[in-house]
Each structure stands twice: as structure tokens, then as C-alpha cells.
């Protein structure tokens, strides 16, 4: 059973979240973090069941904050879920009304867990910048998703251009499994690739990263090419003595081959968003590999720019 | 060459096993069939498994490679921990094949070499292969000596740039019966493959909470000052179960809860405890450290009082009525097998001379519980009223092994009142249900460090022949001694069990 709060106040919040513990005996999930999951607008439902679904695996305190700064009348309504009702971590969404939308830290910041890490996760168009955005200071990770929004190209190169240690972006997060198999490939080839190919339907961010991640990495010139999707659909390297070749075609199941190997079927699923934010929780740290990927695009940037 | 898309820096990359196949002995076992095929499906969901990772049965069974994978389909479907998707299932299923025969059918293995050669060929294995067998110690000898004399255990010859393709040889417990029966079979495992290609399956050490007891001990600051005979009274270590031995009594007796469990379970639990710090959690370093603190136990001068056996008899369980021992199907009516054991061991280290540590193990008990319990010292003056203190016990860490994964701490706190009055209390830090359901099972993390050759969570041959030295001379008393004494099934086992401790002015803890 949920807590309404209507033109309520942090510390009421807070005492709501106590009576709703102690009605249930007590007992809490050890919480290991504070989600702050900025959703703007009331048609995120999807999402929010997602990020409540990882609290399986990270035990957190999840705050949704949904700004309406078109409201005329200024305040602040809330729900509070207990843990187990919405997944097994609290939950808590936070409706910001007329001016009040402009300082969402001011209600957040005495509802973090305390000594506990802080992640921001923007599930639709982040910011440009995540690490100024007030919310996003508060946090050691600021996740954000290419994907969700439109103009990817343009905002990748925002993100490149303001990145700061504990950005992360759910379009890298997606290559994981690619990347994986990629470098399990390589482990047994004896030559390095001279050139790659990365495809994917139009628009695609990860295939971007994908891109950078192997050029950077091997050195070597790597194209893109636009197919039917879903998603990424093929990457390409040339060797001296034939080709790695890694195609999905059904966002499902892949075929790997290589030379001196018959072509193996490899699982290769596109997550759903639960998965992807899973992996993003399990480490906290700054991801070098992925601010080296945002580096190669801008100086790729810087040099389109000079000529 | 280097990988050059690996970089040590890139943490969300997995550990992947290299190309490899794995030989299954003894499909059609319960192990095999819950455990290890669920395992196997597992990794590769989670993809950490080879591309063409390749599985061979072999059963004295009529059997094509479809019927085989039907039996891994059936055995996924039922026991594995993740979802099942077909894109998975496929990558696997390409890789499975079957050889039937028995274990002495020269014939059948020459059929096994062909098809792990076909798969090095078709799916690019590389030649390297484990060889699992999950099969009664019996037939041991038997397999070994063919995989030797077929060559399927001979190192494989380098590849274009110098890799010697490896083979791995997996056994589960038990490692022997005693220190004799335990040396016959280092020494048969060893003769074919070199002691680093030898895995011994212990699966409580592929366990989140057995390690998080090395994380707890040796990542923080505040336990180690107190982890010694200054400050800990004792410690008691439970694996309980509420189940009777159902179909293993062909395994069962003549065995024991002693040989069964205590000897490897709770004696590895123990060394983890007690172990000094190791220089690092490398392989070699933590054994080292294992096998130190495990030639450092004592049995006391008087095993009669220093342990204790007992055997279920009828009784109710948890609200169901359930048969004694030996009513149980295929137990002689002369056994003497017990199903309850307990003993009191002591360590001849400076950190633990004089601290008991008191170790029980047991079927048809109260619950399914494991734990590993360090009570302390009671405080040396309490400046309080008498009345105030008389509910205090003494203060305990309880690392829960299973279930409901977790720490807890007990300590005294004043009851809300306006008069003074002490209490325990207990601090919980839990896994979580949900958290523990996404962790990998035992299994998974043990067969995937098989497959990296990572040896850490592997007890090593001279482990398992200390742990027997301390058990042959209490199961050598053990005979001398009449039948072990009956408890009622469901209850906490027999009174020699509870006068173990009661003797030194101790209980046990209700776990």
C-alpha cells in the first residue's frame, strides 16, 4: 500500500518512508545506493518499472522526479512505496510543481541515503552536460541514453565535448556483449586487423562508439555502413589472412567467424533496459575505457573542424 | 601478441573462458543433471562461455547426440537459475555430441578421441579439454587409466604461436574415505595429469558468502584487531540439514555425516576462519595459508568427551512424519552409520590457543541452516546492577552461509525503559533474497574458474589429506564404540551433541 502526500515537504517524505519500514516490521534491504531517475512528463511508467526491477541485484532507495514547471500553483506532491511493492528497494515519486521544478536538489538532497552513493539516470533526452546539471552533481554516476532521444550524432559530440569522470551512457552500455565477443575473437588470431566495418540501422550511437572503441583500440581506419537494424547488425575486421566477421541479423542470435574456424552461432540478445542499468550499477567507478571512446570523437571533431 | 582490444582498465568486459570443449562422465546422475548442465547453460547466458564451447557425454547408454541434448534441454529447463532463451540454447546445443559406452570399452573411448578431434576441427576447440567426472569414486581408476591409455590426457602439441593446448581433470567429493583410500587417489588422479591440472570440487567454496568471509576478515579494519583468543571465546561452525538421506543410501552408510560434510565442508570453513592473512589471494598464497592453520589443529586427549555421533529416528519434522535411519530403504539394520557428528577441535597457533572451535554437522535436524558463529568473551567487569545484566549473553559475529545469506552481530543494548535493563540484540546485513538471485551459483563460479585454469577455490591435494588426518582417529574410535546414539528427527541432534559443549560451560546456539 502506497503513501499519497499531497503539497507535502522532504521531511514529511522522510517520516512517510520510517512509518512505511516500520509497518512492515522493520526489516530493510541493506540499501546499497540512492537512484535518482529524472523522468519529466507522467508517460515514463515503463522505465520506472525497469529501474525498480534492478533493485533485485543493487538494493536501492529510488527517487522519480517529475518536473512540471508550467503549473501555475508551486508545490510538492509525492507517492512513497515501501520496499516490495514496487521491487524490493523503496520507491519514491516526486511531483514538482511551477517554480519549485527549478530546484528538485532541494527536495532531493535530504531524501539520499546517507554515506551511500548517488546515481542519476536520465532515461529520455538527458543534459548535454550531465555533471552541471544539479541533480547530476549530486551523483558519483550520471547515466544517460543516446537511444531515447533523437539526433543522436549531434548529441554524442555534446557529450564528448562536456565529458567528466562518472558519465556513462546506456549506448555504450549496449556493446558490452559485442565488445566481449570481439575481443574473444581476437584472442585467437596471430595477425593484426588492418581495417573494419561496423553496421547498423541509421541513427545508431552504440554502432558509433563501437566505432571509436575499435579504431582506438587497433588503430586502424574503421566505416560505417547503415543496414535495416535492428540495432548493430555486423562488424568486419580484415586480417591479412581473411576476416573476423560477427553478423546479427535477428537481434538475437549472432554468427561468428574466422579464419582457420567454421562460422559458430554466438547469443548475442539485445538487453532490456533492467540488464543494461544492472551492469551500470556494479561498478561506480570513472569507465576509462569509455572516456578514451569520447576523446577519439573529439579530436576526430577538432580535426574535421581545422580543415 | 597481446590482445589489444583487451585492457586490464576495461572492468565491464567479462572474464571469458578460451576456446574449449568439456567431457561429462556420468550424465545421468543427479549432480550432473541439476547442477552441472544448469551450470553450463548459465555461463553462457550470461556470456561467459567460448564460441564454440562443445559438451561431450559419455554413458553406457544407447544414445544418439539428439537424445543427449534432449537430457541437457530437459536438465536446463528444470534447474537453471537464468531464463531460458532459444538464441542461447542453440549456440550450445550445436556443440553437444555423445559417445556411449562403458568404462572399460577400449572401443567407446577411441570414439571419444575422435569427437573431441572432430570439435577441435568443426568448432574450434583448440584442443583444450576438462574432464568431468561426475561418477562414483569406483569407477576413477577405471576412467583415468583409459583417458591415459588413449592419449586424451597426454599435453597436446603447441599451436602456430606456441600455446600448449591444456587438459583438466574435475572430481567432486569425496576425495577418499580415509588419508589411505585419499593418497590412492592423488596419486592416480596425479600419475596422468600434473597436480595445477587436478580440480577438486568443493562447492561451499564457490559460494558468494564463503568468500565474503575472506572480503570481511582481510577488506576491513575493525574485525581483525579482535579475530584472536583475546577477545574470541570460542567458535562454532553448523551445517544443519531437515532432510533424511532419501536415495543416497547406497552412498550414504557406512560413510557419515563425519566423512560426508565435516570433513571437507566445515574443516575448509574452519581454515578460512581461522587462516592467518594470506600475502595475497593468489592460488599458492592461500593454500599455503589453509594448510598451515589446518596442520595446526589438535584433537583433544579424550575423543569420548571431545565428540559426539548421533543417528535419526522417527519423529516429526516441520509438520510431516518422517521414518528414522534405519527404517530408511537399503540401510542394514546393523548399521552403525551416523548422521549427526560433532567434535571439538583446537588450534596450536598463538592467535587461537585455547579457543575451542566447535564444529556439528547433521540430516533431520531442527532446519537447513549453515552458519559459522564467533561468540566472544563476556566484558572483564559490567558497572552495572546485577538485575540490569541478567538477560545479556555474550556477544557473536555470525557469518550466514545459507540460508538467508548474510552477517549478524549480536551485542547487548539497553531495553527503552526508564530503569536500566541489557539486552541482546542482533545487527543484520543481508544478501537479500532477490540480491543472492542474481549472483552465480557455486557451480558456475567453479566451472568457469576450471575453464580460466584459475585454482584459488580449489582445495589441493595436501589439504585434503590433512583434513583426513584429523578425521581417521576419531572414526577409528568411532568403531570401537557401540551404535551413535538416536534423536528424535526435527529436533537439534542427541545429548552427547549438547553435553559436548555443556561440559565447558557452553551452548550451542539455536541457528
Known amino acids: ?307 | 601478441m597481446s590482445n589489444p582490444l583487451r585492457d586490464p582498465r576495461d572492468k565491464r568486459l567479462p572474464r571469458v573462458a578460451g576456446p574449449c570443449g568439456m567431457v561429462l562422465f556420468g550424465v545421468t546422475g543427479d549432480l550432473a543433471q541439476k547442477k552441472v548442465m544448469p551450470a553450463i547453460y548459465d555461463l553462457a547466458n550470461r556470456g561467459l562461455l567460448p564460441p564454440g564451447f562443445s559438451l561431450v557425454g559419455y554413458a553406457r547408454r544407447d544414445w544418439a547426440n539428439e537424445d543427449f541434448a534432449q537430457v541437457v534441454h530437459d536438465a536446463v529447463r528444470e534447474h537453471a537459475r537464468t531464463g531460458f532463451r532459444e538464441e542461447v540454447w542453440s549456440q550450445l546445443a550445436d556443440g553437444f555430441r555423445f559417445v556411449p559406452g562403458d568404462f572399460a570399452d577400449d572401443n567407446a573411448f577411441e570414439q571419444l578421441c575422435k569427437t573431441v578431434s572432430e570439435l577441435d576441427e568443426s568448432r574450434g576447440t583448440a584442443g583444450n579439454r576438462a574432464f568431468y567426472l561426475s561418477i562414483p569414486p569406483k569407477f576413477f581408476p577405471d576412467v583415468v587409466r583409459q583417458l591415459k591409455k588413449h592419449g586424451l590426457a597426454d599435453p597436446g602439441s603447441p599451436d602456430a604461436s606456441g600455446r600448449v593446448p591444456w587438459r583438466r581433470v574435475v572430481v567432486e567429493k569425496p576425495f577418499g574415505s580415509d588419508l589411505t583410500t585419499a593418497r590412492e587417489l592423488n596419486r592416480l588422479l596425479e600419475e596422468v595429469f600434473p597436480p595445477h591440472s587436478v580440480f577438486r570440487i568443493d562447492h561451499y567454496l564457490g559460494k558468494e558468502t564463503v568468500q565474503n568471509i575472506l572480503a570481511m576478515r582481510f577488506a576491513n579494519q575493525f574485525f581483525e584487531p579482535i579475530w584472536n583468543r583475546a577477545y574470541i571465546d570460542h567458535v562454532q561452525i553448523t551445517m544443519a540439514e531437515d532432510i533424511g538421506i532419501g536415495s543416497r543410501a547406497g552412498y550414504y552408510d557406512g560413510i557419515g555425516a563425519a566423512r560426508d560434510v565435516l570433513q571437507n565442508h566445515l574443516l575448509q570453513l574452519l581454515a578460512l576462519i581461522a587462516m592467518e592473512e594470506p600475502v595475497s589471494f593468489k592460488a599458492d598464497d592461500l593454500r599455503a595459508e589453509k594448510e598451515k592453520v589446518l596442520s595446526a589443529i589438535r584433537l583433544p586427549a579424550d575423543l569420548a568427551t571431545a565428540t559426539a555421533r548421533g543417528r535419526y529416528a522417527a519423529g516429526w519434522q516441520g509438520g510431516e512424519k518422517v521414518i528414522g535411519y534405519l527404517d530408511e530403504h537399503a540401510i542394514p539394520a546393523d548399521s552403525r552409520t551416523e548422521t549427526y557428528a560433532a567434535v571439538k577441535l583446537e588450534l596450536d597457533t598463538r592467535r587461537w590457543a585455547g579457543v575451542p572451535f566447535y564444529l556439528r554437522t547433521g540430516k533431520r535436524l531442527g532446519r537447513r541452516v549453515t552458519e559459522v558463529a564467533l561468540v566472544f568473551s563476556r566484558v572483564p567487569h559490567l558497572p552495572f546492577e546485577a538485575t540490569a545484566v541478567e538477560e545479556l549473553g555474550q556477544n557473536a559475529l555470525v557469518f550466514r552461509i545459507q540460508p538467508d545469506e548474510g552477517v549478524t552481530l549480536r551485542f547487548g543494548s539497553k531495553v527503552p525503559a526508564t530503569s536500566m535493563e541489557v539486552r541482546d540484540v542482533n545487527m543484520d546485513f543481508d544478501y537479500g533474497d532477490s540480491f543472492a538471485e542474481s549472483s552465480p551459483e557455486a557451480y558456475e563460479r567453479l566451472i568457469l574458474d576450471m575453464l580460466l585454469g584459475e585454482p584459488p577455490l580449489f582445495p589441493r591435494s595436501r589439504e585434503v589429506e590433512l583434513s583426513w588426518e584429523m578425521l581417521d582417529p576419531i572414526e577409528a574410535f568411532w568403531a570401537t564404540q557401540g551404535p551413535p546414539e538416536d534423536y528424535p528427527a526435527g529436533t537439534w541432534g542427541p545429548d552427547s551433541g549438547d553435553e559436548l559443549l555443556r561440559r565447558d560451560g557452553r551452548t550451542w546456539r539455536r541457528p
Not at chain 1, 570481439?182 to 593484426?192: E, F
Open chain 1, 1 to 307: 500500500m502506497s503513501t499519497s502526500l499531497s503539497d507535502t515537504s522532504a521531511s514529511e517524505i522522510n517520516k512517510a518512508l520510517s512509518d512505511v519500514r516500520r509497518a512492515h516490521g522493520g526489516l530493510t534491504a541493506g540499501h546499497v545506493m540512492t537512484l535518482i531517475m529524472i523522468t519529466d512528463g507522467h508517460g515514463n511508467g515503463p522505465e520506472v518499472q525497469s529501474t525498480c526491477r534492478t533493485a533485485g541485484e543493487h538494493p536501492s532507495r529510488i527517487l522519480v522526479v517529475r518536473r512540471h514547471p508550467n503549473e501555475t500553483c508551486v508545490g510538492l506532491d509525492a507517492e512513497v512505496f515501501g520496499a516490495g511493492e514496487r521491487g524490493p528497494g523503496e520507491l519514491v515519486i516526486l511531483d514538482l510543481s511551477g517554480e519549485l521544478a527549478w530546484h528538485a536538489e532541494s527536495v532531493v538532497v535530504p531524501l539520499l541515503i546517507p554515506d551511500t552513493p548517488v546515481v542519476t539516470f536520465w532515461p529520455g533526452n538527458g543534459p548535454d552536460d550531465p555533471s552541471a546539471d544539479p541533480l547530476g552533481r549530486l551523483s558519483q554516476r550520471r547515466i544517460t541514453d543516446l537511444a531515447a532521444g533523437d539526433d543522436a550524432p549531434g548529441r554524442l559530440a555534446a557529450r564528448a565535448a562536456h565529458y567528466t569522470d562518472g558519465d556513462t551512457d546506456l549506448a555504450w552500455t549496449r556493446l558490452t556483449l559485442w565488445r566481449s565477443v570481439l575481443a574473444t575473437a581476437l584472442d585467437d588470431v596471430y595477425s593484426h586487423p588492418t581495417g573494419g566495418v561496423v553496421a547498423a540501422e541509421p541513427g545508431n550511437a552504440s554502432a558509433e562508439l563501437l566505432a571509436m572503441w575499435l579504431s582506438a583500440r587497433l588503430g586502424i581506419p574503421v566505416q560505417r555502413e547503415e543496414s535495416t537494424g535492428p540495432g548493430l547488425t555486423e562488424v568486419r575486421l580484415s586480417l591479412p589472412d581473411g576476416e573476423v566477421t560477427l553478423r546479427r541479423t535477428d537481434g538475437r542470435l549472432a554468427m561468428l567467424s574466422s579464419p582457420g574456424h567454421h562460422e559458430r552461432p554466438i547469443a548475442l540478445k539485445r538487453r532490456d533496459l533492467s540488464e543494461l542499468i544492472n551492469e551500470e550499477l556494479r561498478r561506480l567507478d570513472a569507465d576509462d575505457i569509455y572516456a578514451e571512446c569520447l576523446a577519439t570523437i573529439r579530436e576526430t571533431e577538432t580535426r574535421e573542424g581545422a580543415q
